[in-house]
């Protein structure tokens, strides 16, 4: 009788051990991030994104005029003319915006224009929360036609 159980305890081990055998384990894979440009109608182009005002550097939170804090994201919309060459310069618009958080909870984002370099950037904060996830909605108003895009940004 010992010699059965120890049998079955063998076989048993044996199938335990057979159900560990599963795929081999895999090196992580590079998730690329999201994209941050759109290409309008005509040349036009926007580079956007959202991203916490903690991660500025002091420098550039004074370009934009921000306050560094945790409950609070960037919101920086670029808008460009791509010339037939590629070049990019910064293009005139009207740019306005709105954030909506998984709940509902909508956020009008008040965008001020801020000159950085050559460049004409259009800036505003949104409030976020830990784990928040932020879908923005950008309206763009140039050569007399609206266009909109909207993003998701996670925290």
């Known amino acids: 009788m010992n010699a059965l159980r ?72 670029a808008l460009r003319r791509v010339g037939a060459d590629g070049e990019e310069t910064s293009a005139d618009a009207g740019v306005s915006a709105e954030a909506v958080d998984l709940g509902g909870r909508r956020q009008q984002v008040a965008l001020r224009k801020v000159a950085t370099g050559d460049y004409v950037d259009h800036v505003g904060t949104v409030r976020v929360g830990r784990h928040d996830t932020i879908r923005v909605q950008v309206a763009v108003v140039a050569d007399g036609r609206r266009q909109q895009f909207d993003f998701q940004r996670n925290f």
């Open 6 to 77: 120890l049998a079955k305890a063998a076989l048993l081990g044996g199938l335990v051990l057979a159900g560990c055998g599963g795929p081999a384990p895999q090196a992580a894979q590079f998730v690329p991030p999201a994209p941050s440009t759109t290409d309008l109608s005509g040349s036009l182009r926007a580079r956007y994104n959202l991203l916490p005002t903690l991660a500025l550097g002091e420098a550039v939170a004074r370009e934009y005029g921000v306050e560094r804090d945790e409950g609070t994201a960037l919101l920086v919309v």
